[in-house]
DNA sequence: ACCAGGCTTCTTTTT
DNA sequence: GAAGCCTGGT
C-alpha cells in the first residue's frame, strides 16, 4: 500500500481525521501524495467514493488526477467528486437552480464580461478614462473574489468610489441576462451557502473528506468554500506551495497558505522538500532565485540525484537571435540524441514572445506547439455560432442575442438595435421581448420592423426545435436554417472558419446521447469551463511553447527559459511593486523547476516590445544564479552588476559567429528541388503551393503559400532544414 | 446599412 | 504591429 513513498508522504497518505497542511515543493510527489491518499480513503478505511472531494485549477489536472486515482483504487473510484473549483461550484448552483425550478443559466466569458461591462459603465455615467471596461472588471472580480457584495463595499478613494458604482449595475445587468461571469460561480456558490444553510448542510454532511490541490492559488472565495464544505466533518487535506504561488493578480491570496496554521490549529503540517524532478545543479539554481524572497517560511529542496549538466545562459543581439539559438539548440540536441522534440520546452513570460519563437521553429523546421494564445473558443465564427446555442438554451442571454440579431447580415443596424435596447429598459423587458414587439417601437423603422419580424420568426423556430433535439442537432439546424455557414464561406477566410465550425459540431457530437434537455446545456458548460492549460498535451513529437504560467505542474528534459531581462522578466508591470517583484520571483522558481536535467537561460540585448527597439539589462534574476552553476561557455552578466542602473554590464559577450553553428553534417544544396507552382507538404502546415524558390549558401529557400490560421500566408522555409515535401 | 481607412490603445500572466 | 474603435463616405 505504501510501496515506493518516502516517510512523509507516507504519512500524508495515511493520516486519519483532522485538517492537514502538506508543503509540497516543486517535484516533490505531491500528485502522487493526492491520488495515494484517495486510494487510501477508499481502499483502506472505507471511505464510499462519493463522499470524497477533490479539487483541483485545471481540468487537465482533475482529468489526469482521475485517472489515477482509478488505476488505484478501481471501478469504485469514479465515484469521487473531482473537478475544478469552477465546475465543482457550476455543478451545486446548476442542481440547486434546478431544484427552484430555474435551471438554465449562461456562464459569461471575458470577452462577454467586457460587453456587459461597457453597457454598465455607460448606464453608470462613469466616463473616466481611467476606467476602461477591463480596468474596472479587474477591480470588480477582486472584490468578488473577497466576497464583498456590491451593497456592502465601502469605497476608500476616488476610483473606488466609482467602482462602487458600476459594480451594482453590472451585477444588475448579469441577474437581468441570466448570467454568471466565472467569478460569480464561486461567489455565489457561497453566496448560497450563507443564505439558504440547509443546503450547505447536505453538502457539508455528504463530503467527509475534501482535498484541495495548490492551495496557494486559492482566493479568499475558494477559501471560505472549502472551509464550508469541510465545516462538518473538519477533514480539510490540502497540498501546495507558497514558492510557487503565481496569481496574486488573479485574487489568489497566499496567505491562505502561510496562515493554514493560525487558521486551523490543530492542523497537521507535513513537509515534503525531496524532490525527485531535477538534478542538484537545477535545484540549486532555483533556490538562488527563490530565497531572495522575504515572505517565505525558509525551505530547500534536496535531491539524490546528481549534479547533472552545468546551466547554459546564452546573450543574443536580438529575439530573433536568442530564437534562432533555441532552435538550433534542440536541433543540435536531438540529432545528437540527448533529447527528443517532445521532451523539450520553452517558456516565456508573455505570449507575444512565442511570435519570433514561432518563427525561428518554422525556419529551422523544429516541430513544435504552441499552448494558449490561439484561443479557439474566442474565435469569431465560434463565438457566434454559440452565441445562438447559449441564446437558445438561455432567453434572456441578450449579449448573445445582441451577437447573432444581425449575423448573418438580416439588415438590422446599429440604429435599430440601439432603439430595442432603449426600449426594452424604458419598459423593464429584456431584449428579445422587445424584439418581439419591434412593431410596437416608434423609432425603429418599417424597412427593419419588417427585418426583424423575420428574425424574430426565425428565432422562434429555432428555439421550438432546441427544445427537442440534442445539442449536435441543433447546431446543425442552426447553421442551415440561418444560412450561417453559408455566409461564413462568402467570408475572408471562410475555409478555416468553417472548419473551426465543423470542429465545433465534433465536440458538440460528444453529446448526442444525452437527452434533449440536457444536451445542449451539458456541452455549453464544457465549452465555458475549458481552459488553455487543459489543451497540454505531451504525446506527439513536438517541442511546446508556452507560458511559464502555463507550465505550472509540467516537467521537461530541457527547459528553455526566454525573455531573461528586467522588464520583460521580471515584467516592466511589476519591477517597482515589491510583492509583484516577489510573484514574478516564484514564477521564475518555477520555470527554473520545470527541468529535470537540462536549463538554457537566455536573453536578447535588444529586443522589439510593442512595436519600439528596446534595450534591457539581463533580469536580476539571472543575476542571482551564482556563476559556478553555469557553463564555461555561457554569457553570465556578473552578479550584481545590473542592479543599479549603472552602464556596462559586464557581460563576456561572444560575437555573433561564435553562435552555435549546427555543425551536424548537413548537405548542401546546389540545384533547385522545388520549381513555382509545385504542391509542397510542411508537417506544420501541411500543403501548400510553392511561390518562388531561390538557392542561396548551400540551401534553398522556398517561399510558400499556406492557408494557416484563418488565411494565405507566405512562409519563407529552408529546404535543408524544414523537412519540406514534395506533396 | 455597410464599408474602408485611419486612429488609438495595448500587452502580463487566466479559471 | 495588431486588433479594435471611430469616423465619414457611399
Known amino acids: 500500500m505504501l510501496d515506493g513513498l518516502n516517510p512523509p508522504q507516507q504519512e500524508a497518505v495515511v493520516h486519519g481525521d483532522g485538517p492537514v497542511l502538506v508543503v509540497a515543493g516543486a517535484g516533490s510527489g505531491k500528485t502522487r501524495v493526492l491520488t495515494r491518499r484517495i486510494a487510501y480513503l477508499i481502499n483502506v478505511l472505507h471511505r464510499p467514493a462519493w463522499t470524497i472531494l477533490a479539487v483541483t485549477f485545471t481540468n487537465k ?58 453597457q454598465a459603465l455607460l448606464t453608470a455615467q462613469i466616463r473616466d478614462p481611467r476606467m476602461t471596461p477591463g480596468v474596472t472588471l ?61 443546503v450547505l448542510e447536505r453538502y457539508a454532511d455528504r463530503y467527509s473528506h475534501v482535498l484541495v490541490d495548490e492551495y496557494q492559488d486559492t482566493n479568499h472565495a475558494q477559501y471560505v468554500l472549502v472551509t464550508m464544505l469541510a465545516s462538518k466533518h473538519r477533514n480539510l487535506f490540502v497540498v501546495g506551495d507558497a514558492d510557487q504561488a503565481i496569481y496574486g493578480w488573479r485574487g489568489a491570496d497566499i496567505r491562505n497558505i502561510l496562515d493554514f496554521e493560525r487558521q486551523f490549529p490543530d492542523a497537521r503540517i507535513i513537509t515534503l522538500d525531496q524532490n525527485y524532478r531535477s538534478t542538484q545543479n537545477i535545484l540549486d539554481a532555483a533556490h538562488a532565485v527563490i530565497s531572495v524572497n522575504t515572505k517565505r517560511p525558509e525551505k530547500k529542496l534536496w535531491t ?30 536531438v540529432h545528437r540524441g540527448t533529447a527528443e522534440p517532445r521532451s523539450c520546452a520553452v517558456m516565456y513570460r508573455t505570449n507575444a514572445q512565442s511570435r519570433s519563437i514561432e518563427d525561428a521553429f518554422i525556419h529551422e523546421g523544429v516541430p513544435y506547439r504552441i499552448v494558449g494564445s490561439t484561443r479557439f473558443y474566442e474565435r469569431r465564427e465560434v463565438k457566434d455560432v454559440l452565441s445562438y446555442l447559449r441564446w437558445l438554451a438561455n432567453p434572456e442571454d441578450g449579449v448573445s442575442l445582441t451577437r447573432i440579431i444581425n449575423v448573418p447580415p438580416r439588415k438590422i443596424g446599429d440604429t435599430s438595435q440601439k432603439a430595442l435596447n432603449d426600449w426594452a429598459d424604458i419598459n423593464g423587458i429584456g431584449l428579445w421581448e422587445s424584439v418581439q414587439r419591434a412593431s410596437e417601437v416608434e423609432s425603429v423603422g418599417p424597412a427593419a420592423r419588417k427585418a426583424l419580424a423575420g428574425a424574430a420568426e426565425l428565432f422562434h423556430e429555432l428555439r421550438s426545435y432546441a427544445t427537442s433535439h440534442t445539442a449536435p442537432e441543433t447546431l446543425e439546424y442552426v447553421l442551415g436554417r440561418t444560412g450561417y455557414l453559408k455566409w461564413l464561406e462568402t467570408e475572408d477566410d471562410g475555409r478555416t472558419r468553417v472548419e473551426n465550425v465543423e470542429e465545433l459540431m465534433t465536440v458538440a457530437q460528444d453529446f448526442q446521447d444525452l437527452p434533449p434537455e440536457e444536451s445542449l446545456r451539458s456541452m455549453l458548460e464544457r465549452v465555458a469551463l475549458v481552459a488553455d492549460a487543459d489543451q497540454i498535451d505531451e504525446s506527439g513529437g513536438a517541442a511546446t511553447l508556452m507560458t511559464m504560467h502555463l507550465a ?131 508537417k506544420i502546415f501541411g500543403v501548400g503551393t510553392v511561390v518562388a524558390t531561390e538557392l542561396s549558401g548551400g540551401d534553398e529557400e522556398v517561399s510558400v503559400a499556406f492557408a494557416a490560421k484563418g488565411q494565405m500566408v507566405t512562409k519563407r522555409l529552408s529546404v535543408l532544414y524544414s523537412g519540406l515535401e514534395h506533396a
Open 552 to 682: 505550472k505542474g509540467l516537467e521537461f528534459d530541457v527547459v528553455f527559459l526566454v525573455g531573461m531581462e528586467d522588464n520583460v522578466f521580471p515584467h516592466s508591470r511589476s519591477i517597482q511593486d515589491p510583492d509583484q517583484l516577489e510573484e514574478e520571483r516564484r514564477l521564475c522558481y518555477v520555470g527554473i523547476t520545470r527541468s529535470k536535467r537540462v536549463l538554457y537561460l537566455t536573453y536578447a540585448m535588444s529586443r522589439r516590445l510593442m512595436g519600439r527597439t528596446e534595450r534591457n539589462a539581463p533580469s536580476r534574476f539571472l543575476v542571482n544564479i551564482p556563476e559556478e552553476l553555469f557553463t564555461p561557455d555561457s554569457n553570465k552578466p556578473r552578479q550584481g552588476s545590473n542592479l543599479d542602473g549603472g552602464t556596462g554590464w559586464g557581460w563576456n559577450r561572444w560575437s555573433s559567429d561564435e553562435i552555435e553553428p549546427a555543425r551536424a553534417p548537413v548537405p548542401r544544396i546546389t540545384e533547385s528541388t522545388f520549381a513555382t507552382g509545385d504542391k509542397v507538404y510542411h
Open 138 to 198: 479587474s477591480l470588480v472580480s477582486k472584490l468578488k473574489n473577497e466576497l464583498i457584495r456590491p451593497q456592502a463595499y465601502v469605497p476608500a478613494s476616488y476610483t473606488d468610489e466609482l467602482v462602487g458604482k458600476v459594480y451594482p449595475v453590472y451585477q444588475e445587468l448579469l441577474r437581468k441576462n441570466n448570467a454568471y461571469d466565472f467569478d460569480d460561480l464561486l461567489s455565489e456558490t457561497v453566496e448560497l451557502f450563507k443564505a439558504e444553510p440547509e
Open 61 to 118: 489536472a482533475a482529468g489526469e488526477m482521475r485517472e489515477r486515482v482509478l488505476s488505484l483504487a478501481g471501478e469504485d473510484a469514479k465515484e469521487v467528486a473531482l473537478g475544478t473549483f469552477h465546475s465543482v461550484c457550476l455543478r451545486i448552483l446548476r442542481r440547486e437552480r434546478s431544484r427552484a425550478g430555474r435551471p438554465n443559466f449562461t456562464i459569461y466569458d471575458p470577452s462577454d464580461q467586457q460587453n456587459v461591462m461597457k
Open 304 to 333: 539524490d540525484k546528481d549534479a547533472g549538466p552545468l546551466i547554459r545562459a546564452f546573450e543574443a543581439r536580438n529575439e530573433q537571435e536568442e530564437a534562432q539559438f533555441v532552435a538550433r539548440e534542440i536541433r543540435r540536441l
